[in-house]
């Protein structure tokens, strides 16, 4: 039985997805939370020099697309064959590529520029990926197949993250794209990890 | 026999880690190379709005990085294991991230803001990049396993794309990742296709 032991900050950030799929798959991690005073400390200990990292059988991964990606396999949510993985995967670098661009929003300090880039994502960025995945995902309201994948999961956890900046029902025309934040929040295991975890600014 | 049909500009840009793992692997694929002009027609029948492309199967994937994965897969060039799997999916990750950096750079219009942004990614991005990834290639040129896979192609396109803006030699003090570059380079499938591939600009 590996012992998984996930590492990032107090925040959902980064590691998100992560944590959702531990939850999804019923697969039990050490979720450790470090003090951003620990983070010097820490960061030359590390792959790449950031985080999340995830500890398994004596090996120690970083970038939380790959680890996503690692997590959802152990737990069968990847799809069935490599045209379905590589489905998940292009949805999800979609995700990641929106996730982006609210990251450049948010650390804009420039208040002017800021308003420019959050009008950007609010007028072309968000309405355009909508309109892709909304044709990627079928009317069950999965992205690949008939069952929960790691896609379904990084696509909720997006919408999570955009609707403070961006509130209102931006799905409202996307029954598909509805279907799926209902698959995904309406799953138990996950529904208990949102309900349970803890609480953080971002 | 699936037939493979590959769609992008007239560019090596982000499509050419594909074409060189299609290349070591010996698979054969159709390699469009569009007009800008002819792109506004085709760019609403792409499933995200970009390219490159793989239609394969009777399905099209997108996402340059998603491509590659399912053709190294393809190719036997991904790992022995989910744990080496997720290693060159790391690898790759870091590459993007450098790679993204560098686009930046190249499309900065302001020149003071271009030169500011060229200092940071050869004085902090690529001595941290080089230095964190000498550490996860081993001595025999390979970030996986004893074999070339798609982390040490993807990171042999990135030095590429990396030279013409920072020539020397990046890797004097680096045995590991020039072993890799040599390693890519060497493949005799690569060299070919490295000699014989159509000339672009970029």
Known sequence: MPAYKLTYFNARGRAEPIRLLFAAAGIKYEDVRIEGA???ALKPKTPMGHLPILE????????STAIARFVAKRAGMVGKDDLE???ADMIVD???????KLLTMFFEKDESKKE??????FEKTLPECLRSFGKLANPSGYFVGDSLSWADVE????????????????????ANLA???ANVGGNPA??????ERPESAF
């Open 38 to 40: 620990d983070w010097p």
């Open 85 to 87: 993985e590589a489905k």
């Open 94 to 100: 979609g995700v990641k590529e929106v996730f982006r």
């Open 190 to 195: 996950i529904a208990k990890w949102i309900k």
């Open 179 to 181: 279907k799926v934040i």
């Open 116 to 121: 420019e880039l959050k009008k950007d994502v």
């Open 56 to 63: 398994v059988d004596g090996a120690t991964l970083c970038e």
């Open 155 to 174: 696509f909720y956890n997006l919408m999570e993250m955009v609707r403070p900046s961006f509130p209102g029902d931006l799905l409202k025309d996307n």
